[in-house]
């Protein structure tokens, strides 16, 4: 399975979650899957790249061309993929994947989660999102996710379209199930949300 992970670009997070990135991507690579990314050599983008890496995986890098200088772009990527604009650039990523991870990030790992929600939701696409919550970084999120829908300007079945783990083997478990979907989002099982 082609699976895309989005996450930090920064290295001045906490240890925990380059830890956590190195080992999602090592599972992935254990269990055959292939690594979509946005080919970034920092943060927890180089982090799960590394974990492929150290596992033998294959890895896809996903970048525009503006991004090609020193040190930003993961070198050792099986193929990679440059695109003009950012937008091209996520486009590329969903029509490359399977499946979509968020681990831990900032201001463009949320807009990438919500725009590849959004088109679940709207029935653009109907592949497994998951978060990997480490260490509780995202309860503010669902807790926000939470309130919209107690206060209906979302509903139940929009929060059942994507799942959270603490944990990438419980994660992974998940994305590699047959039964995540019984038809249209108000079926979607609610299966894992932690």
Do not use: W
Request: aromatic content about 10%; glycine content about 12%.
């Amino acid at each position: 399975m082609n699976i895309c992970v989005y996450g930090a670009s920064s290295n001045v997070i906490d240890e925990k979650y380059i830890a956590a990135g190195e080992e999602l991507g090592r599972k992935m690579a254990k269990r055959g899957h292939t690594l979509v990314f946005g080919g970034g050599a920092a943060g927890l983008m180089g982090a799960v790249a590394r974990g492929m890496s150290d596992g033998g995986g294959k890895i896809i890098g996903v970048a525009p061309s503006f991004f090609n200088v020193d040190g930003i772009l993961y070198e050792d990527c099986t193929e990679f993929i440059y695109t003009e604009t950012m937008r091209e650039r996520k486009e590329k990523m969903e029509n490359e994947s399977d499946a979509f991870i968020m681990t831990a990030g900032g201001i463009g790992t949320f807009e990438e989660f919500f725009e590849i929600l959004t088109l679940r939701q709207l029935g653009r696409h109907k592949k497994p999102i998951a978060i990997l919550n480490t260490g509780g970084y995202f309860d503010p999120l669902l807790a926000l996710i939470d309130r919209a829908i107690e206060e209906r300007f979302m509903t139940e079945a929009n929060r059942r379209i994507f799942a959270v783990f603490g944990s990438s083997d419980e994660l992974l478990d998940y994305l590699e199930s047959d039964d995540i979907f019984e038809g249209d989002i108000s079926q979607f099982k609610s299966i894992g949300n932690k």
